[in-house]
């Protein structure tokens, strides 16, 4: 005998299939539906994506024995699907057509343009200000989170610059003296309340450095404990981050000067 519901249709809520998933070909977030009241004999909803509402070439995702969601994992592969499609099982059968079906709309958010300009002029440190451009739309984007890395996709990465920053935000800054280690890129993810993406947006490192050479001094003042003359050096080759400086310091009785390199 054939079921009486092997016919009826799920009725999906409005607008709560959404994509929270922020990666392009990638798809997570919670899918709604309501039960109708032919449903009662109902024991499991089996969820899969499909190529269209009828359930084409679908794909098994999981199933649910009570309520009317559906948790999709995060980075879960759209390949060729284009729904997401329900059915109804009893103890005995599964339907033949889908109960419901809602179009997936794939959100992608990530930053793009970012740049970094490292103010640290000793090797191997870095220090200085990291900007990004945001999404077109962050509608669902919670926090942009930054590492560094051994490379552009996210080998070995470490937070860096305090980590997360909250959307609205188009820049952090990296405290002076950060080591570089091995790393040579900087990695920025947008992250919703479902999870972080798994593909960043990021910018190649160079360590700035700037040293002056040929240090030399020759005192001129003959008087015990006191100094005079001329400091004397050659500038960096690229001096385009410098600012030069010299001050007193008083130091165990006598005066020295300091050359400083900012």
Known sequence: MRHAWARAQLSLVQHTAQDKDLDELEIGGVLFWKNGSDFTEATHYEV??????????????????????????????????????VYARSELVEQSTPAAARRIVDTVASVSAVSFVDLDLDEDELGGHLLWQEPSS?????FYVVYLALDSVGTGRSLAAGGEVLVGTQRTTLPADTSISSFNH????????????????????YDSTAFVGNLSFADKDLDVT?????????????????????????????????????
Do not use: C
Request: no cysteine; hydrophobic share 40%.
């Open 48 to 85: 899969y994506l499909a190529e269209d509402r009828n359930g084409t070439n679908r794909s098994y995702l999981g199933n649910i024995s009570d309520g009317a969601s559906f948790d999709v994992p995060a980075d879960t592969a759209l390949e060729a699907f284009s729904h997401l499609v």
């Open 138 to 142: 962050t509608e669902r984007v919670e």
């Open 186 to 205: 900087f990695l920025v993810y947008t992250k919703s309340a479902l999870a972080e993406q798994s593909t960043p947006v990021g910018v190649a490192l």
């Open 226 to 262: 006191e100094l005079g003359g001329n400091i004397t050096w050659f500038p960096p080759a690229d001096d385009r981050l410098v600012t030069f400086g010299m001050k007193p310091v008083h130091e165990r009785h006598f005066w020295d000067l300091l050359f400083l390199s900012l």
